[in-house]
């Protein structure tokens, strides 16, 4: 089992900045792509970015393109979501996930088995 636990969501301005922490505890994350999702009020969860298991990899949805920066430090057992740039639209819960390295789509939900509680994140304009 693996347990993650987020944290730095807050209240920000538009055009501001955040950076998300998701801490894992109980196993080894080797192996593991380390996923990031949202979901705003009456919405569906989804997908915002990732970093793969050796962190050769990383994807992103097209609305956080250039914006957001996935990043690891396993020494940590730590993931990271740094938000530049942030908008109104950019205001969700956010969780983080992670799950055995896939020959399937990194940004479907279904490819991670392990998820955190959820931070929230609120853009004031």
């Known amino acids: 089992q693996v347990q993650l636990a987020e944290s730095g969501g807050g209240l920000v301005q538009v055009g501001g900045s955040l950076r998300l922490s998701c801490v894992a505890s109980?196993?080894?994350?080797?192996?593991?792509?380390m996923g990031w999702f949202r979901q705003a009020p009456g919405k569906e969860r989804e997908f915002v970015g990732m970093?793969?298991?050796?962190?050769?990899?990383?994807r992103y949805a097209d609305s956080v393109k250039d914006r957001f920066t996935v990043s690891r430090d396993d020494a940590k057992m730590t993931a990271y979501l740094q938000m530049d740039s942030l908008e109104p639209e950019d205001a969700a819960v956010y969780y983080c996930?992670?799950?055995?390295?896939?020959?399937?789509?990194?940004?479907?939900?279904?490819?991670?088995?392990?998820w955190g509680q959820g931070t929230q994140v609120t853009v004031s304009s």
């Open positions: 996930a992670s799950g055995l390295k896939t020959t399937g789509s990194v940004s479907s939900s279904r490819a991670y088995s392990y």
């Open positions: 109980g196993r080894t994350l080797r192996f593991h792509n």
């Open positions: 970093v793969g298991w050796d962190k050769n990899i990383t």
